[in-house]
């Protein structure tokens, strides 16, 4: 594959430092949550910022799987991607990350929300990225036409 585009960011501090990116468009503080064991600060944390970076590329692969599935761009009005990242801890040292991706698609009944989840979770480069390695729960959200 031929590489389109480079993003750069660089963090100070671990999780109570902050992050930036190499153009200047990105700049948050970061703060450890307090389940974490942290203070609970105002700034962001790397699982949040997983989480935006997931559900935004995710929706717009999207636009992807729709031909295959006989659908029109139509079928995304109003839709929306919701990602949640889950920190996981095992033993001491060892931690993991889960995510559910729950798919707000008002133009579609549950059953085409449910194979537009499923076809673009085989596009998307943040699912192709974590196959294998993390958990991802493919949703659709509950009052979805037809379900």
Known sequence: MDRLY?????????RTGEVAS??????????????MGGDGGPGTN???LFAAGYAACFH??????????GLSPAALAGSS???????????PGDFGLAVDLTGHLPALDAGQARALM??????????????GNVEVGLHVAEGQPGG
Not at 6 to 14: K, L, N, P, R, Y
């Open 118 to 131: 499923e076809r673009t979770h085989t596009v998307c480069p943040y699912s192709r990225a974590t196959l």
């Open 60 to 69: 717009s692969a999207m636009r992807f799987s729709l031909g295959p599935l």
């Open 22 to 35: 190499s153009d200047g468009r990105l700049a948050v503080a970061l703060s450890r949550p307090a389940e």
């Open 81 to 91: 991607v919701t990602a949640r990242v889950h920190f996981l801890r095992g033993e």
């Open 46 to 48: 790397p699982e949040q």
């Open 6 to 14: 480079t993003a750069e960011a660089t963090a100070t501090g671990a």
